[in-house]
């Protein structure tokens, strides 16, 4: 009884072995299979870290160029403002030059039209000279019959007091 309970418990034992000696055969077959697997893996890891490093170097390229444009650009934005205020200053200039010849012109006009009454005035003023001038030498004129005449009736009157 004793040594079929030890045969019993050997044929366990032995069936024990077994399953584990197939589980090792079956981890170990695994290992085989899984170990070109784990391999490719660990390649391919290294592969996509590789990947990483080089997307995140044109990543950091990439922004340093975009950085670069975007100064570039807010240079260009701000020539642009300065060239807008300029020409926005031009033509308030060209305005204000515009109203101070539109001023101008009307004092010219304003001028001009004194300068005609000025000649006019001084047409009439050569002409009533030229008739002073006419006047002076009838006046010249007559002062001298008045002289011949007053010396005529100054001989008269000495002669008929003769």
């Known amino acids: 009884a004793l040594l079929n309970e030890l045969n019993a418990e ?17 981890n170990t077959s695994d290992e085989v299979i899984t170990e070109p ?7 391919r890891i290294a ?8 997307a995140t170097n044109e990543i950091i390229a990439i922004t340093a160029e975009r ?21 926005d200053d031009m033509k308030m200039e060209v305005d204000n030059f515009a109203a101070r010849n539109r001023a101008l012109e009307q004092d010219n006009k ?4 004194q300068f005609v ?3 006019d005035k001084c047409k009439y003023a050569t002409e009533l000279e030229h008739e002073l001038k006419e006047k002076d030498g009838l006046l010249a004129t007559a002062y001298s019959d008045l002289e011949v ?9 000495r002669n008929s007091d003769d």
Not at 37 to 43: F, G, M, T, V, Y
Not at 47 to 54: C, D, G, R, T, W
Not at 110 to 113: D, G, M, P, T, V
């Open 117 to 119: 009454e000025a000649s």
């Open 67 to 87: 950085k670069e444009l975007q100064s570039q650009l807010d240079d260009a934005s701000e020539k642009c403002k300065q060239a807008t205020k300029f020409v």
């Open 47 to 54: 592969e996509l870290e590789e990947a990483s490093k080089i």
């Open 37 to 43: 697997l784990l391999s490719e893996a660990k390649r």
């Open 110 to 113: 304003s001028l001009e039209q």
């Open 149 to 157: 005449l007053q010396k005529n009736v100054g001989e008269l009157n």
């Open 10 to 26: 050997k044929e366990e034992l032995l069936s024990t072995l077994s399953k584990k000696q197939t589980e090792i055969d079956s």
